[in-house]
């Protein structure tokens, strides 16, 4: 069990309300959206669904005082293998969007990775993966974003 920074809670709180906003959209709205961004009806259904069960774990994980360590990890990994996910679907050409479907894409790579992107505590910039604080230039312990026990 991990006792997170409150940037890290917030952020993942932050996950949970933008993941449920976006898998009710997804979910009863994909048949809409399907037309207006060039994407199939049944890829946005399908990932608002998983998005339903995603965002339920996540919320849930984001009211926990001390959060499972290997739940942090997958949560963040996800996010990182989402965004890899989103870019190769685009790039594939299994899936042909419009302009406005791109737009609907990208920003999904924003949100799912910008809030591990950096922590920002006791005025110190910490980089994700570096283990060092920029600002100070000293070495950190522990994951970034993870008060150490």
Sequence with gaps: MIHPSPL????ILAD??????????LTFGAGVLAPW???PEALLRETGLFLIA??????????RQAMPKP???????????????S??????GAVTPNLLGEAFVIPGWCVSTRPQMC????????????????SSGRALRGP????PE
């Excluded at 995603?54 to 009211?63: D, F």
């Excluded at 922590?119 to 920029?134: D, F, H, V």
């Design 8 to 11: 890290l809670r917030r952020a």
């Design 16 to 25: 949970a309300i933008f993941s449920g906003v976006s898998a009710l959209l």
């Design 37 to 39: 961004l060039n994407l």
């Design 54 to 63: 995603y965002a339920a774990l996540v919320g849930w994980l984001g009211t």
């Design 71 to 85: 739940l942090v990890v997958i949560v963040i990994a996800g996010n990182a293998a989402w965004t890899l996910a």
């Design 87 to 92: 870019i190769a679907l685009l790039f594939s």
């Design 119 to 134: 922590n920002c505590t006791s005025g110190n910039l910490e980089i994700p993966g570096s283990m060092r604080s920029l």
């Design 144 to 147: 970034v974003g993870i008060a």
